[in-house]
């Protein structure tokens, strides 16, 4: 039986659920207060849905392509989260464009993550991007979703070095790696209600925090 006071948490996929599994692996430990109610995915091959399957998590495929118009298709899964009793949903490789619709009826309760330190490279192909910038760093952001993409409050960000030989490939994998820890750190803080959004700032309660803190890239010679 669910522990009413967890929080009921909605996932939208739409391919291999990576950031999903990073979720279901730290709520089975304890690390996020949290569980997941329903797993929602776009694509009827995802393997997101096997790793939901596989975690005894309700899935079901809605498939945009069924629907006449982006409303409709979003219209069924705001009906299909709420009868689940979702409280706060998670983008978690979910390659659809929401409209107000869809955002509107989660305002404040909905949660995306982005492969870069929005808000730099909002947007696609974001790694490649990086490179020919020539920026020295790159990584992954949690944010509230709001109607413009990409721009929502940030939660919270981890920060990835671009090495000298790195590809849009090599740099998203060790991104990845990063996703898979700051995701479950936001949605662990959310259901903890120790975040607190104040215009476009998101304010963490009883934050732990290293002023001394910092990256350098590249690294300096030893002293």
């Known amino acids: 039986m669910a522990d009413p006071a967890q ?3 909605g996932v939208l996929i739409s391919g291999s659920g990576s950031n999903l599994q990073a979720l279901i692996d730290r709520m089975e430990d304890g690390s996020v207060p949290a569980r997941i109610a329903l797993v929602i995915s776009n694509q009827p091959n995802a393997f997101g849905l096997e790793r939901a399957r596989r975690a005894g998590i309700p899935a079901c495929v809605i498939h945009h392509r069924d629907f006449a118009d982006r409303e409709s298709f979003e219209q069924a ?4 989260l709420e009868e689940a009793g979702v409280e706060l949903v998670c983008l978690a490789g979910f390659m659809r464009v929401l409209t107000p619709c869809f955002i509107r009826a989660f305002h404040g309760r909905l949660l995306n993550i982005h492969p870069a330190l929005l808000p730099a490279f909002p947007g ?3 790694q490649q991007r990086a490179i020919e910038a020539g920026v020295r760093f790159s990584g992954a952001t949690v944010h509230f979703v709001t109607e413009e993409v990409d721009a929502g409050p940030i939660v919270a960000q981890a920060v990835v070095p671009i090495l000298e030989n790195d590809t849009s490939e090599t740099l998203a994998a ?3 790696k990063q996703e ?5 750190l936001a949605v662990a803080l959310y259901a903890q209600k120790r975040l607190r959004i104040e215009g476009q700032r ?3 309660l009883n ?3 290293n002023p001394a803190a910092c990256l350098i890239a590249p690294n300096p010679p030893a002293a």
Do not use: D, G, S
């Not at 899964?77 to 299909?80: N, S």
């Open 207 to 209: 934050p732990t925090e």
């Open 174 to 176: 060790r991104i990845l």
């Open 7 to 9: 929080l009921n948490v």
């Open 180 to 184: 898979h820890r700051i995701y479950p």
């Open 77 to 80: 899964m705001i009906i299909a």
């Open 202 to 204: 998101v304010r963490i």
């Open 124 to 126: 696609l192909h974001v």
